[in-house]
Structures are given as structure tokens and as C-alpha cells.
């Protein structure tokens, strides 16, 4: 029988470097898309910088409190 996977388990110094780092390359994504886009594009532009800037904070956020982030929930994809 298998047993069940810890939720927390604590973190390497590398891997909450790392993970700072691409939550703050999300930030800086986000950032570059609200200066990039045009009228024309404004709406999805909007949208795509939201998801991007909350995914980033997410990532952030769950390093400071030790726990997974959204993204490291959805597992690895393909």
C-alpha cells in the first residue's frame, strides 16, 4: 500500500532560490506585457499580465510560507 505523500516537505536553499527567481521572472513578464501591448490588444494584454503577475506572487508567497505553489500543483506537464 502506498503511502501518502507529505504536502510540506521542507525545501532546499536552491530550490527556494530558484523558485524566487521564476516567480520574479513572472512579475517582470507581466510587467513587459502591460508596456507592450496596444489599444488593440489591451483586453487580453490585461489578462494575460493578471495570471502572469498572480501566479508570480502565488510563487512568491509560497516560498516565504514553505508550501507548494498553484504551478508546482498541477504537476509536470508534457
Not at 501566479?55 to 508567497?61: K, S, T
Request: proline share 5%; net charge negative.
Amino acid at each position: 500500500m502506498n503511502e501518502p505523500a507529505d504536502e510540506s516537505p521542507r525545501r532546499s536553499g536552491i530550490h527556494r532560490a530558484i523558485s524566487v527567481a521564476f516567480g520574479i521572472f513572472l512579475l517582470v513578464m507581466a510587467t513587459l506585457i502591460l508596456f507592450i501591448a496596444d489599444e488593440d490588444t489591451l483586453a487580453g494584454s490585461l489578462i494575460a499580465a493578471a495570471v502572469l503577475g498572480l501566479l508570480g506572487v502565488d510563487v512568491i508567497v509560497s516560498v516565504v510560507r514553505d508550501r507548494r505553489s498553484i504551478l508546482s500543483r498541477i504537476g509536470p506537464l508534457p
